[in-house]
């Protein structure tokens, strides 16, 4: 037999949640097919068989939280018909002896059935491990499961104090002390809905709100006349897609104008240790993508080398990876600056929030048709977008800030200048 365990994950990666499994107990799988897929902070990663063999001994369900090294599951070399024959010895045994101390693994639909024939409570293997450990009696542990399953939150619940009282059974008259009525018991004719957030959404806002404590963050505000950009994209667009099978978008004009800004304006590319200053000499810039599972920033490498169609190639690359769960660790690793863009879910503006340990970030909203005066006597329907530049005012002055904003929209406004200066 061969344990699996959770291998090493990431360099800042200790834990993950499992996020399901891939293959059931009893399956046969072969070395190298995945297992398990587990949620972590930043991607989802996939646990694969180091050998042949049947699935065995699953220790943990869908919600369950795991370690680096600890054993979910176990491999029995051999084949299905080998393993099938010691799973009927145990359940013959299970019958013949029911006073045995040791606690048979329950795993199957079968073993539940026989779980709830008894009147014992029904429960995970991790739920009866952690009962164990803080001497808790499953059966007064309340399961909110609707088939009556106790999982591992229960138990924690329970150890808490948030579940002290022992749901009554159906068959059963009520209890003559009544619990406490719930938040969601007050009024029936409002009804809510408990959702566990993810691991990945409870990481995302713990990292939102460090940003928002630990830098002194400002945002400064400008508008960029699109025009231009629309006329080189309307007489370009067909050709460049001919010559580079992707299509000429807004991003990489942005991308590119962000870099030439870096460029002017170094302490914006740049990020705190301690009392230093850490001035990036590359430009990997992030590209926020909303992603299922919440906010991504997949970055793009060496921005600054890459041409427009290279750009726009590795945002498609990135932003599809992130919608079919592929993105990996270091997709979203290293990045010096992020982009985020608004606009394409109808934002007009917004005040973007810095992705820490990053000191600036810039935000793209929608495009809108808006009277401009061309001079005393002209005015004419342009359109217009609004951008904005969070930054941290520790090491960024408002006047950088607001010149680094002023040079993104010179570059937009004259797009030639950015093959120069981008």
Avoid: C
């Avoid at 060496?302 to 590795?314: C, P, Q, T, V, Y």
Wanted: no cysteine; proline share 5%; charged share 30%.
């Amino acid at each position: 037999m061969f344990d699996v365990k959770v291998p090493e994950l990431a360099e800042s990666i200790s834990e993950g949640t499992v996020a399901q499994w891939l293959k059931k107990e009893g399956d046969t799988v072969v070395k190298g097919e995945d297992l398990v897929e587990l949620e972590t902070d930043k991607v989802n990663i996939e646990i694969s068989a180091e050998r042949d063999g049947v699935l065995k001994n699953i220790k943990v369900e869908p919600g369950d939280t795991v370690a680096v090294g600890d054993i979910i599951a176990s491999i029995v070399e051999g084949g299905a018909s080998e393993s099938a024959e010691p799973a009927a010895e145990e359940k013959a045994e299970d019958k013949t002896a029911p006073a045995q101390k040791q606690e048979p693994v329950v795993q199957n639909d079968t073993a539940e059935e026989e779980l709830k024939a008894s009147d014992r409570p029904i429960a995970s293997p991790a739920a009866r491990k952690l009962a164990r450990e803080k001497g808790i009696d499953l059966s007064e542990v309340n399961a909110r499961d609707p088939l009556g399953r106790v999982r591992t939150e229960d138990v924690k619940r329970h150890a808490e104090g948030g579940s002290s009282e022992k749901a009554a059974p159906a068959s059963k008259p009520a209890a003559a002390s009544k619990p406490a009525p719930s938040v969601e018991a007050v009024n029936p004719e409002k009804p809510v809905e408990r959702v566990k957030m993810s691991r990945r959404r409870q990481t995302i806002a713990k990292r939102l709100v460090e940003a928002q404590q630990t830098a002194a963050m400002l945002t400064t505000f400008n508008e960029v006349d699109m025009t231009a950009i629309n006329e080189v994209r309307a007489r370009r667009k067909d050709k460049f897609y001919e010559q580079n099978g992707v299509k000429l978008g807004y991003m990489s004009f942005f991308t590119k104008a962000v870099v030439g800004a870096l460029k002017k304006f170094p302490a914006i590319n740049a990020e705190i240790q301690g009392d230093e200053m850490v001035l990036k000499k590359f430009y990997d810039i992030g590209i926020a993508v909303g992603a299922e599972e919440g906010l991504v920033v997949p970055v793009v490498r060496n921005a600054d080398r890459l041409s427009f169609a290279g750009i726009e190639k590795e945002i498609g690359n990135l932003a599809e990876k992130a919608r079919s769960k592929k993105l990996s660790l270091e997709d979203l690793q290293g990045g010096s600056f992020t982009i985020t863009n608004g606009g394409i879910f109808g934002s007009m503006l917004s005040t973007p929030i810095l992705n820490a340990p990053q000191v600036g970030i810039l935000g793209m909203h929608t495009i809108q048709w808006r009277p401009v005066a061309i001079d005393k006597e002209r005015m004419e329907n342009r359109p217009m977008m609004y951008i904005a530049l969070s930054y941290d005012h520790r090491i960024v002055d408002g006047k950088e800030a607001v010149s680094f904003l002023t040079t993104i929209k010179s570059l937009l406004e004259d797009p030639e200048s950015l093959l120069l200066e981008g």
